[in-house]
């Protein structure tokens, strides 16, 4: 019983590990704030729960964690190119992984420190939104980072 109970949590940790919630940085300063109100109007309810409420979408049950068609991945919110399909891979994790940004003025990383975890969150540099986070996890070839985004946070254009 005690072994179900372990292995139980552990699998819960491992389904949430890319989108718990982290307290805000009220110090940091975007160039893009809007309130709730007008973030609801620019992004669908999923996106704003995603990026604003600074959720995570279901693993496998996403639309772009296996996309496989070329193009860049971005903003919900701003429309700012975030990720390349070139520098996407399939992490094993459910939710679409990258091994960089496009532009990594385009991000920002700031220490998430939610839930009794220490690891890092990445939002949009302009808004502060939510997008994911990244670990120290990925292909040692191409950088050894994986960027575990919310497939919510992007809008995809194909090539």
């Known amino acids: 019983m005690k072994q179900m109970?372990?292995?139980?949590a552990i699998l819960m940790l491992f389904l949430t590990a890319c989108g718990q919630q982290p307290k805000?940085?009220?110090q940091t300063k975007y160039e893009i704030?809007?309130?709730d109100a007008e973030w609801k109007k620019v992004l669908s309810p999923i996106a704003f729960d995603i990026m604003v409420r600074r959720g995570t979408e279901r693993a496998y049950q996403n639309p772009y964690y296996n996309n496989p068609?070329?193009?860049?991945?971005?903003s919900a919110a701003t429309g700012e190119p975030l990720f390349s399909s070139e520098d996407k891979y399939d992490s094993g994790t459910g939710w679409p992984s990258f091994t960089k940004p496009i532009n990594s003025k385009a991000i920002a990383v700031i220490h998430d420190s939610s839930f009794?975890?220490?690891r890092d969150e990445v939002v949009e540099a302009k808004t502060g939104l939510h997008l994911g986070h990244v670990f120290d996890d990925g292909p040692?070839?191409?950088g050894g980072l994986r960027y575990c985004m919310n497939s919510a946070a992007f809008k995809f254009i194909k090539k």
Do not use: A, H, P
């Open 5 to 8: 109970i372990g292995m139980t």
């Open 24 to 26: 805000q940085n009220k």
């Open 33 to 35: 704030t809007k309130s």
């Open 69 to 74: 068609e070329k193009g860049i991945y971005v």
């Open 116 to 118: 009794g975890m220490s």
């Open 140 to 142: 040692r070839d191409k």
